[in-house]
């Protein structure tokens, strides 16, 4: 019987698939406007770990200091779930995104620093989570034939950082106020099984190639 419990993900493949469909290459220009703009928050949510929740509250300066990205992500308390402040680094992928965002969006029409990111044309209204939801619906149906809910990209970040890490640094880069709540994701999904499997058979040439350089090819 499956665990009701486990967080559900998405393989790198899907991963690329998605984000291919957000970005709608060849789009009319309002409409790969809006790409940029999607973009922007699938690479918040599946390389920086952001509830998306958190993503509708960004504020400028959460993003840019002086009109440059930031390095680091510093989720202020005013907007993360728990209350409390935690940093999360940039990676390569989000911060060409925030680059590419600021030149379509911010470079000739720059609010205030407390203005929000994520609104809509009328620059007041903000974008609500219901909104974000049905654009990764949508996108989902279109990719891949179901569809993505936002908490699946922060779902495939966190399980991706239990490769590299330990528990304690996915804790705090996902903002869990007990570890408990961090464990649900060591749960391994496909990739891990893949890479597993590679593992595995990388060892046993390595065994062989050892065996080889002790005894002597035949």
């Not at 969006?105 to 620059?123: E, P, R, Y």
């Amino acid at each position: 019987m499956s665990n009701a419990k486990t967080p559900q993900t998405l393989d790198v493949t899907q991963q690329k698939q998605l984000l291919e469909t957000i970005q709608r290459f060849g789009a009319p220009h309002k409409t790969a406007l809006k790409g940029v703009r999607n973009y922007l928050m699938a690479c918040l949510m599946l390389d920086a770990g952001l509830r998306v929740g958190e993503v509708v509250q960004l504020k400028i300066s959460h993003l840019y200091f002086n009109s440059v990205p930031v390095n680091t992500l510093v989720l202020t308390s005013d907007i993360t779930k728990n209350h409390k402040e935690r940093t999360v680094p940039v990676n390569t992928r989000l911060a060409e995104s925030l680059q590419s965002f600021f030149s379509s969006f911010l470079l000739t029409n720059l609010n205030s620093d407390s203005a929000l990111v994520f609104c809509h044309d009328d620059k007041v209204t903000p974008i609500t989570t219901r909104q974000v939801e049905n654009i990764f619906s949508r996108a989902g149906m279109k990719a891949f034939g179901h569809r993505v809910n936002p908490h699946k990209l922060r779902h495939t970040f966190a399980s991706s950082l239990l490769r590299v890490t330990n528990l304690r640094t996915v804790q705090e880069l996902l903002g869990h106020n007990f570890v408990t709540s961090t464990q649900i994701y060591t749960h391994p999904n496909e990739d891990d099984k893949v890479k597993a499997i590679e593992d595995l058979q990388q060892e046993a040439t390595g065994q062989g190639k050892d065996l080889e350089d002790l005894y002597g090819a035949d």
